[in-house]
């Protein structure tokens, strides 16, 4: 029999605004926003608990989040603080392991399968690491422990924040039976509405569809959807993962043909590579849009313009130019998607690359 991976997955708690508390007193017990103005089209990147325990949370924008508690504080994200305690927690986490996947700027997997310490106990390691990160950046953290990556990732949510939650190889099955179909990782609101017209809610329902029949609903997706609900991941954790792009796409459940729904939900995609560039401090140059028409031929249209992309409003902006490329309006099309690439290095690049990822 082959022996289990142990696999930790940390995740700071509220991490840009908790930063912020950190380092200005007068911060603490108060809503935090960071991310963009309550006048601008921004979102939220990062709330302080407070915030959201007026219904505000991250990629909600931030005018919106301004009416929710109209006493909230909006700060502006300081990445560079951001980065120096992602490279402090990379030098906690390397203290245990080599084996490091940064997601993000305040995320990632560890595997501690070779980890000596605490005798090998992953629970015991993920509890030292989190006592230190308090003892010496005066955060919180919580950590997801289990034999693979989807696991500890659902794992380190279930009992945030300061959670610290295991789940054992011979747990995973009754685990995933009871846990709702959306907790399940690369499972969106289409997604999420299409299994739920299959009375898919469950991993005890999404089990009962054999591979074949997952694939005729899902396509390829279809295989993973069939291995997690048996708790198997077998991804290795990597750390050399870099990513040249991201974006955000949406599959419709009927092909869309009026313009000014498309416009909007372009806009909406836009906002949503915005949080993420704001996340992770990521400037880029070039926009692509992508289209599926209804007969599932697909074309995608790209921009370099003069000015670097930092933020929706870049994003927006070149919308329309890119839009008129194509033949929307005229031609259903039944998936629009928005990515941006051709990163500009931040200035510290020798950490920075190394941090600045996806998930
Ligand atoms: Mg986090």
């Known amino acids: 029999m082959t022996q289990h991976r142990k696999i930790i997955h940390i995740d700071m708690d509220a991490f840009f605004a908790s930063v912020e508390q950190r380092d200005n007193p007068e911060l603490r017990g108060h809503a935090v926003i960071v991310g963009g103005q309550p006048d601008s089209r921004g979102v939220v990147a990062a709330c302080s608990y407070e915030a959201r325990q007026f219904g505000i949370h991250s990629a909600m924008p931030c005018s919106r989040a301004y009416r929710l508690c109209p006493n909230a504080i909006f ?10 305690v992602s490279i402090e927690l990379h030098k906690i986490f390397s203290e245990f392991t080599a084996l490091i996947e940064p997601l993000s700027l305040d995320e990632a997997y560890l595997d501690v399968t070779e980890c000596s310490q605490h005798n090998g106990s992953a629970t015991l390691i993920a509890r030292e690491i989190k006592q230190a990160i308090k003892d010496r950046l005066n955060l ?10 989807f696991l500890a990732k659902i794992a380190s949510d279930m009992d945030k924040p300061d959670g610290l939650y295991v789940i054992r190889p011979e747990q995973a099955a009754t685990f995933i039976r009871s846990l709702p179909i959306r907790k399940f990782f690369g499972v969106g609101k289409v997604t999420e509405g299409k299994m739920h017209r299959h009375n898919i809610f469950t991993g ?38 870099k990513r040249k792009s991201i974006g955000k796409e949406n599959t419709f459940s009927e092909d869309l043909t009026d313009i000014n729904t498309i416009n909007d939900h372009f806009d909406r995609l836009a906002e949503q590579v915005a949080n993420i560039m704001l996340k ?3 400037t880029a140059r070039t926009i692509t849009i992508k289209i599926k028409y209804h007969d ?61 990822f996806e998930e």
């Open 140 to 149: 919180v953290a919580s950590a997801g422990v289990s034999y693979n990556k």
């Open 280 to 282: 992770r401090g990521i």
């Open 75 to 84: 700060l502006k994200p300081r990445f560079e603080a951001y980065r120096s």
């Open 204 to 241: 005890a329902d999404l089990g009962r569809y054999d591979e074949v029949k997952l694939c005729q609903l899902f396509g390829k997706s279809g295989n993973y959807y069939y291995q997690i609900a048996r708790g198997i991941d077998n991804r290795p954790v990597r750390t050399d993962r």
């Open 296 to 356: 599932f031929s697909q074309i995608t249209r790209s921009i370099t313009p003069p000015q670097l992309v930092i933020n929706g409003a870049s994003l927006q902006a070149a919308l329309p130019g890119l839009i008129k490329k194509t033949e929307l309006g005229n031609r259903p099309c039944r998936l629009l998607g928005v990515s941006v690439s051709n990163f500009v290095d931040p200035p510290k690049k020798r950490f920075g690359q190394a941090l600045l």
